[in-house]
């Protein structure tokens, strides 16, 4: 039975807090229908690429968007898994359309099916391996985890599939996804593919459950961005057999949740850019005050004096705006007033 070791640290509970935060500021505000079309095309463009890269294809992003809009008859398998990642995002996103939110081994067969069509013989796709794999090193391509056998790989899936459909209600929805996924990538069910299939599964669990990844945002946008670091997080290195039992997933939960807060606020970043008007542009002073925030977590009046020459009067103004488009808070009073990202505590 999975019964997965995890802690909710306190910078855990706080990335769920500020998730929430940040997920009800953008529910809360309307968007023309215009930009989310195009924004939606450009997060598919970018999931399409950034999974498909993270297992080495070579395709540059400006290739990835060519190829998904212009579809190329004769295709190379590099051009094929692109095809493959988005025709499963749309899939898959209808699915969640229609309500149909069902998770089930079928489903993520499925999903594998159509991820390896054309690039793996028939009796491969959508079938659980039934041969033993090695799992290189990323930097020394030499093994470095032996998944379990092939003849356990089954029950191990059905176990795994049982317990997130047990838990959906009882857990956090991300805490739910971000175990689903490093145990997938754990069990490691097919021959090949199983990343791509392990990072479409969680999307489509998260959306099922309410936290829709599929319309605007990528992370595996995330992930890509240093794609050593995530293996590291994801993976395990060893023998099945002898780490089943010690597993703890409280560190990839941090890091999983920290990609969810960082494509949030890339996607915040994009409609704002968007639907940029006289009175929502944000300038370059409004840039100063955000690019210290993130690096310090929080900014004084007295810090930005330091970093401009605008008056005490014109700094107030330039919180106030940020504040008014829901960007920063301000947080304490008098001298010990400061201000952060919303949501962030």
């Known amino acids: 039975m999975f019964k997965p070791r995890f802690t909710i640290t306190s910078k855990l509970l706080n990335n769920l807090k500020r998730i929430a935060a940040l997920t009800a500021l953008l529910n809360e505000r309307r968007f023309p229908a215009t930009i989310m079309v195009r924004l939606e095309r450009s997060a598919r463009e970018l999931s399409a690429y950034s999974s498909t890269s993270i297992e080495g294809n070579p395709l540059p992003l400006t290739e990835v968007k060519r190829i998904l809009k212009n579809r190329p008859a004769a295709l190379r398998d590099s051009e094929r898994e692109v095809l493959n990642y988005n025709r499963a995002l749309e899939i898959l996103k209808n699915k969640v359309s229609r309500k149909d939110d069902g998770f089930s081994l079928s489903l993520i067969l499925d999903i594998h099916r159509q991820i390896m069509d054309g690039l793996a013989l028939k009796s491969r796709c959508g079938r659980l391996r039934t041969e033993p794999v090695f799992v290189n090193n990323p930097k020394t391509r030499k093994p470095a985890y032996l998944p379990p056998d092939h003849k356990d790989v089954r029950a191990l899936m059905n176990e795994l599939v049982g317990f997130v459909q047990k838990n959906r209600g009882a857990l956090d929805p991300l805490i739910l996804a971000g175990l689903l996924h490093k145990q997938f990538v754990i069990i490691h069910p097919f021959a090949d593919g199983n990343g791509r299939t392990g990072r479409l599964v969680t999307k489509f669990l998260l959306a099922a459950m309410g936290v829709d990844t599929f319309n605007l945002f990528s992370f595996e946008n995330y992930y890509n961005r240093n794609v050593t670091r995530y293996f590291e997080k994801v993976g395990v290195f060893g023998n099945y057999y002898e780490l089943e ?85 301000r947080h304490g009073k008098g001298k010990n007033t400061n201000y952060r990202l919303m949501g962030k505590s």
């Open 245 to 329: 039992d010690k597993t703890d997933f409280t560190e990839w939960l941090e890091y999983f949740t920290d990609g969810i807060i960082d494509e949030l606020l890339r996607v915040g970043k994009e409609l704002q850019v968007a639907i940029a008007t006289p009175e929502t542009k944000l300038l370059g002073h409004h840039r100063i005050i955000l690019n210290f925030i993130e690096k310090h977590g929080f900014i004084t009046d007295r810090d930005y004096s330091k970093l401009t020459e605008r008056a005490k009067a014109t700094r107030a103004l330039d919180f106030k705006k940020l504040i008014g488009l829901g960007i920063i808070e």
